[in-house]
């Protein structure tokens, strides 16, 4: 059974790699020779194969491992260079120039046939594309990655006289600038080393990192036993990613630990850019089986660029007032935080389907009912990075549901493998449609046969999926690096943190953040007049039995029930499964649940729950932008409004800022009390009035792009199902 689930798995590494060699430049053996393999780690066959810069100790750490684990050590240079070539690896290096040595330090790699083995390349061996590729065949490539700084002032202290390059005079830092690069290329699992880390520390990460691969990160259900459920019998990446919700109705979790990063390697993140952190954020989180770091690379680059987010930093943190710091999250294409995870997640989901279905080319329609932004971040992460891929999403939206920014926004977008459908009712109708049709068997038959098609609920894409929560997790954690950067804090004190909360997505983000060792003192959920969540936090009751939905200013939180809160009990009350298969039982069928005792006092330890009503929010725009100059948008609106009730002072605040105030600025203007002035303006004309008013924060270019082109094609619905039946099936010729 274990082979075969293997095989599977393998089997779709190399297929997915046919496809992303081609558009994508990679090097790409690391997929490609897990064709032949189906045993796992530790087994008799592997190498564990060591690869650095020199002076990184990779011979040391060999010695170490090979004492630890039990398996031989071959040190290329001296145990295959030096008595193949009868001299010194300096003398040959001389002799033969760099280009030329690399030549005949590849051809010597290949004869190399070690099994079971640790196996400590030479620094220039990974420049070898084709030896490369035959050792990564034998093993797992472990790229002890050594911050520069130590590297440097060991290999002055050792007086290296033999690294390639160093002959011609290059200076050291280009030769290992250049090393990093190809490094980074071609290993499965880094180990991400401190500063003046021992060999005896890094041994030990080797042997944990490994232990971690064999043990397998699946994925289980939070109400599943994870004591029952054996290792090849966890979900993988994959398809989690393309079933959204678990069979039973839980949420999916990892199953082994959340990995805790130690201050050294945190400390190595400080200084490195956003998509630098967010590939060894995430790294840590991935198992290399199911989507491997070269391919994670990848498509990080292609989600988070300068040509997608208006600011280099990404996700900035910029000073508000005081000790309060506001999380900037809107800079990507549709202006809302949804874009972090929107531009990465479809790429990933992809790239699943491409792997779980090798032999059938069964598609994809996503259908989403949207009532703000989750629409436009679907939409626009789909269609840039799922065209041509068999996915296809149609948004369903209420015609007189949204901000008129948001339709202009949505409407604009169709077209391609993605639909907007505007539909004469309110959100209820739509979901109730898209429902219905996830439920239409005619439906699906049909669609089997007219294309193999499957339709999926929107549960695929919105905030419950693990495929939004990752990246999630990386602006969290980046968000704090960003204060000690900019040398508010020092590694390792205390920060809070405020979010404007619905489903409870964007705050378990810091959630895990802070379980990876992120040291958030307090969690603040802040919520608008829909405050479940307030009342949960505060009394251990989540009761919704008299609650009605309430339209609100801030509608992106306008929400009873926070799906993502089922996986936050999970983890407090230490994976009790039994307890949240009740809970949301009762909360199913009673429209309640309650906890109690030592679980809730630990909710109560770390979340601090508070509401903001509908005038307090536009007096807090107001106010805010009075003595700052700032403009928030209604959510980040709520979310300040909350961290002043509840700021000491002691510690900084993160404010997670949202969305961008030209998303809703009818309501922004009018907080402003500029209601006169707006009488018969257009979107259009609203935005060069708040062009006038600030440029703090700077006007959102593509959605003024958006509302000022215009150049939408709107398609509204009767609320009839047969008409919204009839556009799926003419969409699905088109994707
Ligand atoms: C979706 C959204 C939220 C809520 O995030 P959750 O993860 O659902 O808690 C808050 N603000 C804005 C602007 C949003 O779009």
């Not at 001296?78 to 003398?91: A, F």
């Not at 002035?677 to 062009?691: G, N, Q």
């Amino acid at each position: 059974m274990l082979s075969t689930l293997r095989n599977s798995v393998l089997w779709r590494f190399v297929e997915a790699q046919t496809i992303t060699c081609t558009t994508l430049r990679i090097r790409g053996y690391q997929q490609q020779r897990r064709l032949n393999t189906t045993t796992r780690i530790f087994s008799e066959k592997y190498n564990i194969i060591l690869m650095g810069s020199p002076g990184s100790g990779k011979s040391t750490v060999a010695r170490i491992l090979s004492k630890k684990l039990n398996k031989p050590s071959i040190d290329i240079d001296n145990d295959v260079l030096e008595p193949m070539w009868g001299k010194k690896i300096s003398e040959k290096l001389k002799e033969k120039g760099s280009k030329a040595f690399i030549e005949e330090e590849g051809k010597a790699l290949m004869t190399v046939k070690a099994e079971n083995s640790i196996i400590s390349l030479t620094g220039s061996n990974p420049l070898h594309d084709e030896a490369m590729r035959y050792i990564a065949n034998t093993g797992y490539v472990i790229f002890l990655d050594y911050p520069a700084k130590g590297i440097l002032q060991r290999l002055h202290k050792m007086k290296i006289d033999r690294i390639v390059g160093q002959e011609m005079g290059t200076p050291l830092t280009d030769i290992l600038d250049h090393r990093q690069s190809t490094y980074e290329q071609a290993y499965d699992i880094r180990i991400l080393c401190e500063e003046d880390e021992s060999p005896e520390s890094v041994s030990e990460k080797v042997v944990q990192a490994l232990k971690v691969l064999e043990e397998d990160q699946g994925y289980v259900s939070t109400r599943q036993d994870v004591k029952s459920v054996s290792p090849h019998e966890r979900t993988t990446l994959g398809e989690i990613l393309l079933q959204g919700l678990a069979p039973d109705g839980g949420l999916y979790v990892p199953a082994l630990q959340i990995p805790i990063l130690t201050k050294g390697e945190w400390s190595r993140l400080v200084n490195v850019g956003y998509r630098d952190r967010a590939l060894r954020i995430m790294e840590k989180l991935i198992n290399p089986f199911d989507l491997h770091p070269s391919k994670l690379r990848l498509f990080i680059e292609k989600a988070y660029n300068s040509e997608l987010f208006s600011d280099e930093k990404i996700f900035p943190v910029r000073h508000l007032q005081d000790n309060q710091f506001l999380l900037e999250l809107f800079h990507g294409p549709t202006g809302s935080f949804k874009d972090g995870a929107l531009q990465l997640m479809p790429q990933m989901f992809v790239d699943a389907l491409r792997h779980s279905q090798p032999m059938n080319s069964s598609r994809y329609i996503i259908l989403v009912a949207t009532s703000g932004d989750t629409g436009g971040a679907v939409l626009d992460g789909f269609r840039r990075h799922a065209e041509g891929s068999g996915v296809g999403v149609i948004v369903l939206f209420p015609e007189d549901g949204i901000s008129e920014v948001q339709r202009l926004q949505m409407t604009s977008m169709s077209g391609g493998n993605v639909q907007v459908l505007g539909i004469e009712g309110d959100f209820d109708l739509c979901q109730a449609m898209v429902k219905r049709a996830f439920q239409d068997q005619d439906l699906a038959s049909w669609l089997a046969a007219n294309g193999n098609f499957k339709l999926r609920y929107k549960n695929a894409a919105n905030s419950i999926t693990w495929g939004r929560l990752l990246p999630q997790i990386v602006f969290q954690v980046s968000a704090y690096l960003n204060l000690v950067e900019q040398k508010v804090i020092s590694l390792g004190d205390e920060v809070d943190v405020c979010i404007p909360t619905g489903n409870f997505g964007n705050i378990l983000g810091a959630f895990y953040a802070q379980a990876m060792g992120i040291p958030f003192r307090r969690l603040i959920c802040a919520s608008n007049t829909n405050n479940t969540l307030t009342e949960f936090i505060n009394s251990g009751k989540y009761d919704i039995r008299s609650r009605q939905l309430q339209k609100t200013q801030s509608p992106a939180i306008d929400i009873l029930k926070a799906s993502n809160l089922e996986r936050f009990i999970y983890h407090m009350s230490n994976r009790d499964h039994q307890l949240v298969r009740k809970c949301f039982k009762d909360l199913e069928e009673n429209q309640c649940f309650e906890v109690t005792g030592q679980l809730l006092e630990d909710i109560q330890g770390l979340l601090v729950g508070k509401w903001c009503s509908e005038a307090e929010c536009l007096q807090t725009i107001k106010k805010c932008f009075d003595k700052t100059g700032y403009l928030l948008d209604p959510h980040t609106a709520i979310a300040k409004f909350v961290a002043d009730l509840v700021n000491d002072g002691d510690v900084p605040m993160i404010i997670n800022a949202t969305a961008h105030y030209s998303k809703f600025i009818p309501q922004v203007l009018q907080a402003l009390g500029r209601k006169k002035d707006m009488k018969e303006k257009s979107v259009s004309e609203l935005f060069e009035m708040a062009h006038k008013i600030t440029e703090a924060p700077s006007m959102h270019s593509r959605l003024e792009e958006c509302v000022k082109s215009a150049s939408t094609c709107e398609k509204v619905l009767k609320p009839n199902y047969e008409d919204v039946e009839r556009e799926i099936k003419i969409f699905s010729h088109k994707i």
